[in-house]
């Protein structure tokens, strides 16, 4: 069954430290592959996502992700976190399940951030 | 501004009273979708429709129905709302299914008491 894990509940860093959050599918085909940040009491906000074509994909707010496939991951990082990039880290993978197309979300990372 | 538009924020409810969340979007999207996100779970799809007089169900269907009437418009109705349904509600569109990303809401908290 198609699926998304993202196996740390929350990550800590200091501001000015890099960041990666890690995500892994499970999908018998090429999925979609999508970022998304919630912050506190808002919707979600898509940052980046994946298709097709060059496996490193940037987003915005200088947030890239890199597609592996071996690895069936699509890990999330940026260079030097700001402490307004506290919030709720969710990535998704867009699959074709019962003859329609669905996005499963993983159950998400808290980001907080250290000044 | 263009975008989705969910009303209410904050809802109330007690146990077996019914109520409609409302969802609007005026970009044209033909795809729609209820999610509900409850705590360590991220994202779990309700119902959604792939255009307007189309829907179907997700994940976690029961208790909930949809219709669509109208390409902008895609309500949730709660028929008698219970305790589980305690959750934060949001509704997404995308352009065919999603291919390019879903533009969600900003959410309805519900609490059933």
């Known amino acids: 069954a198609q699926s998304v894990t993202q196996p740390d509940i929350h990550i800590t860093v200091s501001e000015g430290a890099s960041l990666e959050l890690r995500c892994n599918y499970s999908?018998?085909?090429?999925?979609?592959l999508f970022w998304y940040v919630q912050s506190p009491g808002q919707g979600l906000q898509l940052l980046l996502k994946y298709f097709s074509g060059d496996t490193l994909v940037q987003g915005i707010k200088g947030f890239e992700a890199e597609f592996k496939r071996s690895q069936s991951s699509f890990n999330l990082r940026k260079p030097s976190v700001h402490w307004s990039d506290a919030a709720e880290y969710f990535c998704?993978?867009?699959?074709?399940?019962?003859?329609?197309?669905?996005?499963?979300f993983g159950s998400g990372t808290r980001l907080l951030v250290r000044p | 501004n263009a975008g989705v538009t969910q009303t209410p924020k904050f809802q109330v409810l007690k146990t077996g009273q019914s109520m409609t969340l409302q969802c609007a979007q005026d970009m044209n999207h033909e795809y729609m979708s209820w999610y509900r996100q409850d705590p360590g779970m991220g994202l779990r799809l309700i119902h959604y429709?792939?255009?307007?007089?189309?829907?179907d169900q997700g994940e976690v269907p029961n208790g909930y129905n949809v219709s669509r009437s109208t390409t902008e418009d895609f309500p949730l109705r709660l028929l008698s709302a219970a305790p589980s349904q305690t959750s934060v509600y949001f509704c997404?569109?995308?352009?065919?299914?999603?291919?390019?990303?879903?533009?969600f809401g900003s959410g309805t908290r519900l609490t059933v008491v």
């Open positions: 999908y018998g085909a090429t999925p979609y």
């Open positions: 997404a569109s995308s352009e065919r299914q999603g291919y390019h990303g879903y533009t």
């Open positions: 429709s792939v255009g307007a007089g189309i829907t």
């Open positions: 998704a993978v867009g699959a074709w399940m019962d003859s329609s197309y669905k996005l499963i």
